[in-house]
């Protein structure tokens, strides 16, 4: 196969879009950041730091193990001292969270756009397993989504002002 | 020359199944597999419209997964999907071809010497002639498989291929 040939390319962005759209009800939500990628992610990717502080659903992220860019981290949210765990796939640009059971997942994306940064984060609920058991349940996953919308936006809006920003876009 | 994309992009069959039982990881795995091989679907069918293109074959992928009854067959069941979203892109675009008297062979893919003209040659194409040569050139398909792929008649598909290979032929020479 030559590379001469024109290849279309959608980026980590596009890449968790396309994911997203695996889960029925997941919530999705794309901003451009005006501060330059590699400052946007080295905060992120500091996540036992990042996570609490943008993320209004939890108090403390520990990080448990890591291999590579496989981690596993301790969640706990700010009411119950009930901590259920994540496994974390961590990259450049890249983060996918998958709770234990994979009933939940998180995720996150961003690419550099000129000196700013085009970020995206998703979330959603799900039900691993046959696609037969998996439809009955959708319409509930649906009602999730409602909540999940303003979540995810609440998450982006922690992140901006977490990196400095004031709110005024 | 026929240029085959087989190359390492193959989605292990149970990577496949994990992804339609709702497992993130295989479904991102399955995404990352295809992405290169469908991006040179979309880029070369699509051309300015291949992002988008792409972009709404994955999605479609992800969305419909669970119902590909043989997951061994995920490869060509996400060209298919790649081929005619990039046709539907691209058509509002698209160019009119060229009428040409020459009759030559489509040059090859890997052919150094083009380098920079591909893009302009394919842009001289319609989007239904760009399918058809790319899944001849990449994808090694039979005038019948294609047909199948296109939802189009046998005859059809060989008067789109004579086409697009005389107006690439043309563009090329030019």
Partial sequence: MSELWPQANVGNVGRLRALAAGFPGSAYTERHIPVPFEQVWDYFSDMERSVPSFDETVAEFHITNRDDNRLTAKVRGPFLPIRFTLDVDLDVGWCLMTARPAYYLVMFAAEPSGDHTRFAHAEACNLPGPTVLRRPIQPLFRLARRWLVGHVERDVDGLELALGLTGDK | ?174
């Fill in chain 2, 1 to 174: 020359m026929v240029v085959t994309s087989s190359e390492n992009d193959e989605v292990d069959r149970r990577t496949v199944i994990r992804a339609q039982r709702g497992d993130p990881r295989a479904l991102d795995e399955v995404l990352r597999q295809l992405m290169p091989y469908l991006g040179r679907i979309c880029g070369a069918i699509a051309l300015d419209h291949g992002d988008d293109a792409l972009q709404e074959t994955l999605i479609s992928v992800m969305r419909h997964i669970g119902s590909l009854r043989d997951p061994g067959a995920v490869r060509g069941w996400a060209r298919r999907i790649a081929v005619r979203e990039s046709i539907r892109q691209a058509k509002p675009a698209q160019a009119v071809p060229t009428d040409p008297e020459v009759l030559a062979t489509t040059p090859s893919p890997g052919d150094a010497e083009a380098a920079v003209d591909v893009r302009d040659a394919l842009q001289s194409l319609s989007p239904d002639q760009r399918a058809v040569l790319v899944l001849q050139q990449f994808e090694g398909l039979s005038e019948e498989e294609m047909a199948d792929l296109l939802g189009v008649a046998v005859g059809t598909v060989k008067s789109r291929l004579s086409r697009a290979r005389e107006a690439f032929r043309t563009e090329w020479i030019q």
